[in-house]
């Protein structure tokens, strides 16, 4: 039933008096209070049976003097539930009745089980809750799980400042020059994983507040991203070495560009004769030009 | 469908990589430039961790990160973004107008992950003499004490010392025990009387 429902219903005692005017004149007090359908009764019901009661006039016939007629009503019959429901809706229980067992049941009425009910639990082998915390059983975690990548090689919650502290310069870029982009990739994961790690760690310091430390946190921070702005840099000189090697080489009419396969990408001009002494420098400067054409091979200009 | 980040990690994970539960995006991101921060949280289950992402991440990013370069499977991701107080300025901007001007920082973007393996935080340290505690604490204690003071012996503006010393003065004056001077011809004796109080308290 819906809540306005209930509602009309729990108001309709109000208006009791003027809708039976005779029945309400001839119910006696001892036949209240009036059980409603489908209502909580309560507060609602006893008021109604206050309002009921002081609303009988003091003159009014008793039940040795109700007409003949009432026993005919609902209402006059003693300890009857009143109901505006259809009779046969009324019927519960009984070979007519809605057959249903959990009529009556309800969680949000706290009516509790019905009588013998049977649930597919039991209170018996519950766990005991253990209120400290200090004595519960501790789970244990995986030794070899990935999130340790988030703490050091020692697996410590966090490092002292002079654990923090021990660690040396970043790369320069002189150094990196000479490393191939396989490296230079791999190294960048190294620093972004170390960067998550003192993030880590600094994070849980300042939750314990163990101290001080923040301080070698922050200067290792720097040094790893020092490393990184240095990769940049080496990626991004080895980017325009790459197009400067382009041009020339479009440039130069001794080289074709796009040679078809098979075809030399390093055609020497016919013009040129070179002398019997000079051979050997000829011979190591063909080799110079066609060098220059890949780009993975390109030094970068310092 | 919005394609997740496949990052490239060129292999650092010296541990195996466990199978894939997801389809990798089609965005590669060579070299990424940011922080995930692993935040302990005591009330969750072993099989649950918590980080702070960029604010730009998405789960399927958090996700692919996780897997790509920590071999970690998150089965499933909640998010959320924590919004900061508003606050006066920033103390480390150089511009007098920077840091005179009300700002409300950047929010915080939160993740929590559900795990197939549970992971168990190491145990927190019970010694904290490496990091010296008791000597930070009693700095910050000091610091936030003479915070806003020209130097470290003057009161802070409308303590309880400054307080006392005025109502005294005040009480003296209005009860006739003070004659009021102008403290250009004479120093005042209330003046005087601080100056007392100040000693005895050093």
Redesign the interface.
Known sequence: MSLPAARRLARRPQRLPSAFPCAAAAVPADCLPLRLLCTTGGASASAASARTTSSRSPGSPSLSSAPASAPASPLTSARRAFSTAAARLTRHRGPRGDRNANRGVSALRRTGLRPRQTLSVGKDGLPTPVFDAGKRARPEGDEDHGLWGFFGERRKCILTPEEMNAFGREWTVEELRRKSWEDLHGLWWVCARERNRIKTDSAERQRLQAGYGQFEADERYKTALRTQKNIRNALIERWYAWGSARQAARDDPEIVMYARKGEPAYKPSTSYEPEEAEDVEVKAEEVAPSQERKPQDQQPRA | MKPSLSL??????A?PIVAPHFRFGRKPI????F??????TKHLP?TQ?KF?VPLFFSKLDLRDY?YN????RAINIRSYVKYRRVQLGRSDRSSRHERATWIRPRPHKFMFIDMD?????????TD?E????E???LTNEYQQKTAGRRNSEQEPRGSDEERKTLAEQARDLLEGRQKWKPTDSAPAQASRKTEARRQRRV
């Open positions: 490239l990690t060129n292999n650092i994970n541990k060579y070299l990424p430039n922080d995930v921060t692993l935040l302990r072993v961790a702070q996780l370069c920590y071999g970690v393996r549970p992971f168990v935080w190491p145990d927190e340290p904290f490496p990091w010296d505690k000597q930070f604490e």
